[in-house]
Structure formats: C-alpha cells, structure tokens
C-alpha cells in the first residue's frame, strides 16, 4: 500500500503540485477540501488508481469526504481489493 | 411579441399546462402550469417583501427546481436575479452581493459566508448565527427559508418554501418591460474586482428569438440544463426551452462534474439539444464511455465559451454521428453574436473552425487601433453592435466609457477579440490583446488571479501568465516573489482555492525570491515567459480563447 501512495504521490506532484517536496504532500494532506484537486483533477487520479490497480470506483467512492488524502485512497482500493478476492 | 422572460413562461402554461416543463436530476418535475403557479406566489411573496422594480436579488442556489423557480419569481416582481455560483469562495460571493447592493438573497446553507457583512442575525436551520446587513430574505437550502423584514433588518422566524408560496402576498401585475435590467452576470475584472454585466429583458428576447429562428425548437425538445445559471450559456438552455413548451433537464453541479453519470444522463433522458463548453463535451469524451449509450435522440450539439480542439470534436462526432453541430459566439456582453454550422470534420483538418457569421440580432465590424475599418483578410477588433448587447457594467462609468465606441451614431461595444473576416467562412477568431483568457468557457482576468495572490502576507510579487496547451487550450502558470521561507505550493494552492473560483486556480506556482524586473522596475513579464518556454519546450496550438463566458 506504501506502494501505491508513492506513485499517487508523484503522479499529483507531477501533474498538479510541480515543483512542490515530496515531503510537503503527506498521506494525510487533504486533497480536494483543499483544493489541491478540483473536480477536473479528481478524474485524472481517480482514473489514473483505477488503471493501476484494477479496481472500478463509483461516483459515491470518490467524493471529498471519502477520497480526500493518500491514506483515504489506500484504504479505498484496500476495501475494494477484499471484495475482489473474497 | 413577448414583453418580457416572463411572458415566456406564462404563455407557455396557457398553451401547454400539463406538458412537463422542468425535470430536475432526481427525475422529478413540474408542469408549466405548476412552474407558473409557483413562480406568480413566491414573486407575490417577495413583492409583499418590499421587493420591486429597480432592485437586484442574489441567488446562491445549486441547480434545482427551486432555483429555477426563484430566477422567473424575482423578474415577475420586476427585479433582476444576481446568479452567484454557491460553491465560490465566500469572499468573492460576497464582493459581488455587496457591489450590486442586492435587497434580497436566495441562499443555500453552504453559501451563508458569501452574504454581506454587519447583519443581525439567522440562518441555517439549527445552525450557527450567521451575518446579513441588507438581505430582506434567505432561503436556505430549496426547502426553507429565513425571513428578515426589509425595513428594520431585524430577524423573523424561519419559514419553509412551501409556506412562502403558500403565504403568497396579494396578486401582482407583471412589472418588467423591455427596457428592464433582468439579470447581472459577474465576470472576472482585471483590477481583482468581477465586473457585473447587466443584461435587459430587451437583451435576452432578442437573442432567445432568433435561437427559434436557427433551431426550429419545439414542445417535443428535451434540453440540456448544464450551465451554471451564473454563466451566459444557461440563458439559452432555460428561456428557449420555456418559450417553446420544451423539457428542460437540469444538470445540478455534482452530475456536471461526472463524465460516466452524465454520458448515462443524455441518453436515459433522451436529450433532443445540448448545449456546453467543449471542455465539458471533451470530458464526457475522454471520460464518459459514450459508446455504451443510446444518444441517438440527440438532433443538435451547440458548443460555446471557448476553441474546440478539432482533434476532440473529430472524435466526438464518430461517437455522436448524427446531430447538427454548431459553434457559438459572443461574449456575455453581448450574448451569441456569431455562430457557424461545423460539418463533419475531415481527418486532415488541424486547425479551430471560425466563430462564422453574424446572428440575424447583431451587427459587426472590424476595426484597428485607430478606428478604420480592416479590409477582408486583415486582423483587427471586432466590434458589435444590435438589440443583444449589454447596457453597461453595474456602476463602473471608467470600464463602460472604454467599452464602447459611438461610431456613425451607433453604440458599439469593442470584444476586445481579434479576428479576420473573409466572404467564405465569416469571422475567424484570432487572439486577444489583453490578458484576458479563457478556461473551461470561464473568462479570467489574470489580474484578478494576481490581485487574490497578493492576499497572501508572504507574496511580494506576483506575476501569472498564461501558456497554450493542446489538450486543455490554456495553462496558467503564477510566478511569485517571497522570502525564503514563503509558502509551499500545497500551501499556495489551498489559498487559491479559499479566494478563487476553481478554474482560476494556476496549473503551476513558480516560487523565486525575486522576479525579474524592467529597467522601468515593473515585473519583466517577457522574460518570465521566456524561461517558462525554456523550461518546458512549448508545444505549437493556434487560439487560446473564444467566446461566451
């Protein structure tokens, strides 16, 4: 899971926070309460972690409450994994 | 011939009162003869509340039937509606009530902060006080509302929607004529103050009617509702649908945002017309998974606000093979004022369509900096003229003695766009001067964007420019000057999103301790870009912006 917050980390350093220290974004940062996401951004990450881990999210997983920071998408796609595999 | 918007409406419960008239994203509707009959109390309602002619009244609602019903209610009174959009930050939101002095506010509870300061009391239903100066109503939520009486600004109890419809107010004659403000659109100003665009019953009918004229609408239409009611694109979707007895389908903002819902949305609903920014019709693209959807009841695709990437209208029409296809034009000062059919696009075309010919309600010329007229071919300022145009901004006599050009007796208002005009195609649309640009459809002022920079204590300069992007049209890149130990970009984002719109949130922050400067000591904006290109090899795109917005 470390895993995977580290490509979502660069893969929003890269696209929205350029030039930013990695150790600015933390698996805690709020991501689109924020405002570091908008709503145009929120679809590149959330389809960018669907590819990644083959996972598909509704529109109810992805809302800022409940998909707001590197921790909330770990614990997400988490959730989503046991379904898969149980 | 219709006096006013309203009069669209209440022709249309006569001719057609059990036809569905407005369908709200839950699927649940009201007929004409119901709208009408909701909109004739709640305008009684606030008629009874000292709301008249001459005044403006705030609407901070999402999309819903509610809102939709407030907008006809507040011209029926004879004031004119102030859309804001109720996720701005508070501080713009309020900015923008304060500067146009509304007497009255329709607000959802999650724009309280953008009421204006110094009042005595309310809100929200078992919520915290919240403060309102000159607001004579609040509604919170659709459902209920928050009364404070007009004269003393004191307080009164909360009543529901329900209840204001039902307390009604003795009958009002309809009190609006042509020559009445109906609405006031804010835009971005350059000086970091939005600007009010003010727009006549006058303005609105001339355009709405020769929509009927090009589009052959009927009482057999399903429109789109996508626009915020804050933008020009949504004076289409709503009175043109009104007049003609068509469906109007509202979009709220949340199913605007999602590509994969909204690509579902067209087709369950059977969507006859849409209208939107390419930007939302790329994502619906990119995003939506179109193929899995019958969209085959769609017969016209109007797009606005900004270019269309050939590239994704091409693509766009192998998915969406059969409508008719038309671009736009026209900033909200003057409403849609050019407009092209946009054929099947050929897979060796690369560069925008033209914004095209002149609608029948406008007048065009173009001029250069002195004032001559450019001959066919040759680039210069396209000036326009006719019933659409605006009547000024909202108290800003310095802005409306620039915006305008009295030439040969006629009132011309100046775009501010470049363009070219040749006998085949119409206009071409090719660039700006200034620095205004466009995102999204949305116009922004990136003065604006550096004023709200300048907030932050840590900020001793601030320069944002704008770069072309082939996937997005505009990259807005800000450069800043702070200490050492300024902000972080995670930090600078958070501010904008507290004191911009989202879409005037820079892509990119570049932080130096100290920006360049020109030997008269202004910020050196060339040489900014200069090493922005360097940095980042720029990749070739014709115009950044278009129209609407």
Redesign the interface.
Known sequence: MDDLKNRVRLFILERYLAGERPENLTDRTPLQTSGILDSLAVLAVVTFVEKECGVQFTALDTTPDQFDSLDDIARLVAGKARVVGA | MAENLVEYLKNSAERWPDRTAVVDPSGSSLTFSQLWQQVDALARFLAAQGVGHGDRVGVALPKTMASVTALFAIMQAGAAYVPIDFTTPAERGKRILTDCNVRVVFVDPRASGVLPDGATGILASGAEESPIKRSGLVVQDPISFVVQDPISFVVQDPISFEQAIATAGPAIEARAGRDDLAYILYTSGSTGVPKGVMLSHENALSFVDWCSTVFHPTEEDRFSSHAPFHFDLSVLDVYVSIKHGAELHLISE?LG?????LARFVADRRLTIWYSTPSILT?LLQ?GGLDAYDSSSLRIVLFAGEVFPVKHLRELQRHWPLPDYYNLYGPTETNVCTFARVPRVPDDRDHPYPIGFLCGHCDGVVLDDEGREVAEGGEGLLYIAGSSVFEGYWNRPVENAAAFLDRQGTRWYNTGDLVRWNPAEGYTYSGRKDRMVKRRGFRIELGEIERALYRDSRVSQAAVISVPDPDTGVRIVAFLGCPADGP???EL??F???HLP??M?P?????KNELPRTSTDKVDYQTLKRSLAEAEPATPLPATAEAGG
């Open positions: 949340e945002k999602n590509p994969k819902e994502l995003f972080t970009i995670v984002k958070t904008c999103a507290k989202a879409y949130s892509d990119r922050f570049v932080v």
